[in-house]
């Protein structure tokens, strides 16, 4: 069947330590608990022209985290992403998490040969909530304490500012020569929302670009 779609939706309920993933045990274990509830969903389509020589998919895919709503209360609503692997669904350039997010990507594919493979993909990031962080690749909270919320001059916690944190494009291709041995290129843009615009105000910011290559060896 050329065409493919899917739903999943994550709930947490209970409770959890008042910390976040780079927090040291002993604080950790000093730290309240806080009641916890949170929501994660994807939706996913996509289209295959199988009759084509190259395989070509094209594919839409929404990705959501839930936010907290208030920090100073005793009530998490961050949505947990816990052992995450995060680096192929929300950009290569591993800016985002799926926590306080809303990521909408589009994604387009090719295979020339039966061991390789050509994608062009678009991701535009979205703060769930404003009330709440924008969270790192490893699920830690950007939080530039010596600025204060709505300075412009770092990222914090700040409730005026825009949802959207900006637009990713990548385009990566990966050669499987070896049966234990693959090689992959890719080379990624990161264009500016105006949340980042907003908090970096005071100090400048400037898009970002990202080039790599990697050799996977299966011993």
């Known amino acids: 069947d050329?065409?493919?779609?899917?739903?999943?939706?994550?709930?947490?309920?209970?409770?959890?330590?008042?910390?976040?993933?780079?927090?040291?045990?002993?604080?950790?274990?000093?730290?309240?608990?806080?009641?916890?509830?949170?929501?994660?969903?994807?939706?996913?389509?996509g289209y295959t022209w199988t009759q084509n020589t190259y395989q070509p998919r094209f594919a839409f895919i929404y990705s959501y985290g839930s936010g907290d709503k208030n920090s100073s209360d005793t009530k998490s609503g961050t949505f947990q992403n816990l052992f995450p692997t995060n680096h192929l669904f929300y950009g290569y350039m591993d800016f985002s998490s799926l926590q306080n997010l809303h990521?909408?990507?589009?994604?387009?594919?090719?295979?020339?040969?039966?061991?390789?493979?050509?994608?062009?993909?678009?991701?535009?990031?979205?703060?769930?909530?404003?009330?709440?962080?924008?969270?790192?690749?490893?699920?830690?909270?950007?939080?530039?304490?010596?600025?204060?919320?709505?300075?412009?001059?770092?990222?914090?916690?700040?409730?005026?500012?825009?949802?959207?944190?900006?637009?990713?494009?990548d385009l990566v291709a990966a050669w499987t020569f070896r049966p234990y041995a693959q090689i992959e290129v890719g080379a990624s843009r990161y264009f500016r929302g105006d949340y980042i615009k907003q908090s970096l105000a005071a100090v400048g910011s400037k898009?970002?670009?990202?080039?790599?290559?990697?050799?996977?060896?299966?011993l």
């Open 2 to 45: 050329p065409i493919d779609y899917g739903v999943k939706v994550m709930y947490q309920f209970g409770n959890r330590t008042a910390v976040f993933p780079a927090t040291t045990p002993a604080a950790a274990l000093a730290a309240p608990r806080i009641d916890h509830h949170a929501l994660a969903a994807v939706v996913q389509a």
């Open 207 to 218: 898009n970002a670009s990202y080039v790599y290559l990697q050799l996977t060896l299966n």
């Open 103 to 169: 990521d909408f990507r589009l994604a387009y594919t090719l295979k020339p040969t039966p061991n390789s493979m050509i994608a062009l993909e678009g991701h535009s990031h979205f703060l769930s909530r404003t009330s709440d962080f924008w969270y790192n690749v490893a699920g830690v909270p950007r939080n530039f304490a010596g600025a204060a919320p709505g300075s412009g001059g770092g990222y914090r916690i700040n409730p005026s500012y825009s949802r959207h944190v900006g637009n990713e494009l």
